[in-house]
């Protein structure tokens, strides 16, 4: 079965994603305009009470994932333990050192005191900057990461498919393999095909809202667009249907 995700911003959202049969949803601020930050505790509350499995993303600003400043990764460890106090069932982290590498040391301090063993671990698109992926993956298998959200290295994950079939070949069930970044509806057949674990999409839209002269420069808000998110679910119930694998969404 290939799972379901999508990256929402609020409980509509995440609300949305259920009646789709999505599997989990990521929670996120700011995706747009930042690729997504923390959100907020009272977010968290309110999209956990919708029901679904809800993964928060633990990023403490925009940039790069090379955190040398240790009071970000206080920081980001605060969050850490927040979110799975509010009833998080995992969090999104990721952490590179200067050379661009899994940095383990960060990691570590991120979830320090998170019960680890009674959530899920998924470590994000960082690991899209590493250029040895495999070694990357075995590191994070050792750390007792759940899986990794990557695009192959590409910048939309059609462009990476060799490299996402590579990366699920050594991880031979070690550690699940997310295709997240860029995907549209057309794209998860041959995802599909490249045998990945799950599929991550943000499947959003623009509501207009014009935010006046303080509004941050942005004319609008993003909300998960529900037709799009039942358009992705259907076509990845149909794809597992004519491999044989059963899907929630069916």
């Given at each position: 079965m290939t799972a379901l995700e999508f990256a929402v911003q609020d409980a509509a959202g995440a609300l949305g994603a259920r009646r789709v049969g999505a599997d989990r949803v990521e929670l996120c601020a700011a995706l747009g305009s930042t690729g997504g930050l923390t959100p907020s505790i009272g977010t968290i509350e309110a999209v956990v009470e919708t029901g679904i499995p809800v993964h928060v993303l633990i990023r403490c600003r925009a940039g790069g994932f090379?955190?040398?400043?240790?009071?970000?990764?206080?920081?980001?460890?605060?969050?850490?333990?927040?979110?799975?106090?509010?009833g998080a069932a995992g969090l999104v982290i990721g952490a590179l050192t200067p050379d661009h590498q899994v940095d383990v040391e960060g990691l570590r301090r991120v979830l320090d005191d998170v019960p680890v063993e009674s959530i899920e671990?998924?470590?994000?698109?960082?690991?899209?900057?590493?250029?040895?992926?495999?070694?990357?993956?075995?590191?994070?298998i050792a750390g007792g990461m759940t899986r990794v959200l990557t695009s192959g290295g590409a910048a939309a994950c059609a462009a990476g498919l060799e490299e996402l079939a590579a990366m699920v070949v050594h991880a031979a069930g070690r550690i699940q393999v997310m295709a997240g970044g860029g995907i549209t509806v057309d794209d998860i057949p041959a995802l599909h095909r490249a045998g990945v674990d799950a599929i991550h999409l943000s499947a959003r839209r623009v509501i207009a809202d014009d935010g006046g002269p303080g509004g941050g420069g942005r004319s609008g808000?993003?909300?998960?667009?529900?037709?799009?998110?039942?358009a992705a679910a259907a076509q990845l119930a149909a794809t597992?249907?004519?491999?044989?694998?059963?899907?929630?969404?069916a």
């Open positions: 090379v955190y040398a400043d240790a009071d970000e990764l206080a920081v980001m460890n605060a969050d850490a333990r927040a979110a799975i106090s509010a671990l998924t470590f994000h698109r960082g690991i899209d900057q590493i250029r040895d992926r495999e070694t990357a993956l075995d590191t994070l808000h993003e909300q998960l667009d529900e037709e799009l998110a039942a597992d249907r004519s491999a044989g694998r059963g899907h929630p969404t």
